[in-house]
């Protein structure tokens, strides 16, 4: 569980997120959602500590983040796992070495233990014989999945992952929302997810939060949001024609 309570952040004169608070569930995915410029990144990199608060307190489980030193901050480090936009792999590096990288940074294993950790995880994520190819000679959901086993090389409590599906065509986003998916309650973590997917959210939308101008505008599951009665929610979610349809079809029925 992340719990954020009256998170304010500015860049100048710019307030980009004004009085967030809010709970992510273990366990579940918890989708973060919104237009462009809406907030949503800023939000995502400053709970995972990328960006510091100008004010308010992110809470992991019982744990108070800015009440802990260096030390214990590098540990509690060592507990989340993220999936940036695009992977982000080394392109001079082998898979192997990518995946490789959280534990030559924040452990003491041994290189045996870690080449046993980095099989595990390339089998988790339906990957075999690709240690030594280079992110090059992958596909985009190769690499996907080479960027997910590298988040989980920790065996992650949390789990962040932005726009995962960014890039991807859409059997293979598919596949990448499912898998996060299995992964987030096999492990019981708390994975929270910056997209602006709606496929994803009607998927895999165990919450979601809708960014508006740096505020939550709403908050709700992937079965309420059919229902939301929230102007700018619907104005983004159902912004095609077709989406316009299967909401009046829900409506109706």
């Known amino acids: 569980m992340i719990k954020l309570t009256h998170i304010w ?15 992510f569930e273990k366990g579940k995915a918890n ?10 990144t800023v939000l995502l990199k400053t709970i995972f500590g990328l960006h510091k608060a100008d004010s308010g307190d992110i ?31 080394f392109d001079f590096a082998t898979v192997e070495e990518n995946i490789r990288f959280p ?27 690709v240690q030594r190819l280079y992110p090059s000679e992958l596909s985009g959901g190769m690499q996907k999945r080479v960027g997910i086993a590298r988040a989980i090389a920790l065996n992650p409590k949390y789990l962040f992952c932005d726009e995962p599906n960014s890039g991807l065509d859409p059997q293979t986003a598919i596949i990448i929302d499912e898998l996060i998916y299995e992964i987030t309650q096999e492990y019981q973590m708390t994975t929270i997810i910056n997209t602006h997917d709606m496929n994803s959210v009607m998927a895999i939308g165990d919450k979601l939060i809708f960014i508006y101008k740096g505020e939550i505008a709403w908050e709700g599951t992937k079965d309420e949001v059919i229902y939301a009665d929230c102007a700018t929610l619907n104005d983004f979610v159902f912004a095609s024609k077709l989406a316009r349809k299967v909401k009046e079809m829900h409506t109706i029925s």
Request: aromatic residues 10%.
């Open 9 to 23: 952040k500015s860049f100048g004169e710019q307030s980009v997120l004004k009085d967030i608070s809010t709970v």
């Open 103 to 129: 534990m030559d940074f924040l452990t003491d294993w041994s290189i045996e233990q870690k080449r046993e950790r980095v099989d595990f995880c390339l089998k988790r994520v339906n990957l075999s014989n």
């Open 59 to 89: 809470y992991y489980d019982t744990t108070l983040f800015s009440s802990l030193n260096p030390t214990e901050q590098r540990l509690l480090r060592q507990q989340m796992g993220i999936l940036f936009q695009g992977s982000a792999l």
């Open 31 to 40: 989708l973060i959602i919104g237009a462009s410029g809406s907030g949503k």
